[in-house]
C-alpha cells in the first residue's frame, strides 16, 4: 500500500543501472517513518546461516556494547529506538519526547538550524529515487555504534550525489553485477557488489558497510541495506542480515518510554458504578 509521501511521484523501477542503485541508497530518509525489523551481525568466514550466538559486529572493537545475540528493534523517526532481544526482553529505549530544545537551537552552531530530512526535498530522479540529497539533520537513532547507521541510511556507497563521469575518482565506491530479486521475506530487494575507493567515507569512521568488495542488498521499499557480506580480504564472510518485519505501522509513545502513560484502550468496555 503506498504511503501519503509517494503520492504525485513517480514509482521507481526495477533495473541494473548502477546509478539506481546508487539512488536507492541515498533515498532511506524519504522512504519510511517506522519501521521494526531483527537484526543479526556475522563473522568472517560464518556464510549463510550461521549461528547466531555469539556473534558480534566484526567492524566495532572488542569492549564494545554490540549484542552477541540477533534483535528486535523498533525506530520511529527522528529520534525514537526501543531494542529487544528475540525473546522480548527489553535492551534499550531512547526518546526526545518531551525534551527541552532551548539550548539546541541557541546553540552558535549551523547544524542547530538543519531539518529533519522528512521537512525538505531532494531532488530525484525519472524513477523517484533521490538523485541529490539536501542539507538536513540526517541520523537515525542508534544501538551499539559501528555500523547501525549505514545500514538503516546506506548513503555512504553513493554519496550524497552523483560525479561527474570527469570526476569518476572521487565517487565513494564502484557498483557492479547490479540484480534484482526478492528477499526471504519474498520483499522486493536490488544487489549489488560493491568495492570502496578512496574517497569512500564511512557514517561512523572505522566502521565502513563495505571494508573491501561487498556484496550488498538494499529493500527496495525503505532503502535499507537488508545484508551484507565481505567477498573478500581478512573479513570475508562478515557480514549483517536485518529482516524487515513492518513499515510505516503506527507506534504508540509507550514503547519508547521507561514509563507507561497508561493509556485508555477504547476497544475495552469501561464499567460505570451506579449507586443505589
Known sequence: ?????DY??????????????????RSSPWKWDTV???????LPAQGEGAAATGVRDPSMGAGTDTPPVPVRAWVRRPQDLRVETLGGDPLYTVTDLGRSRQDFYVASRPDSWLLPPSLVAPVYRRSGLVERRPEAAY?????????WQAVLDPVEIAGPAPKPLYLASQRPATITDVQVGTDDNRRAVRSAVVTPGASYAPSEPGHALT????????????????????????????GHRLRIEA???????????????????VSRHVPWMVGA
Open 211 to 238: 571494508p573491501a568488495a561487498t556484496r550488498v542488498v538494499v529493500d527496495e521499499r525503505t532503502g535499507i541495506c537488508v545484508s551484507t557480506t565481505v567477498l573478500e580480504g581478512p573479513l570475508a564472510g562478515a
Open 1 to 5: 500500500m503506498s504511503s501519503a509521501r
Open 139 to 147: 541520523g537515525d537513532p542508534v544501538f551499539g555504534g559501528g555500523r
Open 8 to 25: 504525485g511521484r513517480p514509482a521507481a523501477a526495477p533495473g541494473t543501472d548502477p546509478d539506481e542503485f546508487a539512488a536507492l541508497c
Open 247 to 265: 513499515v510505516d505501522e503506527y507506534l504508540l509513545d509507550d514503547l519508547f518510554t521507561p514509563v507507561s502513560f497508561d493509556l485508555t484502550d
Open 36 to 42: 521494526r525489523f531483527t537484526l543479526e551481525w556475522l
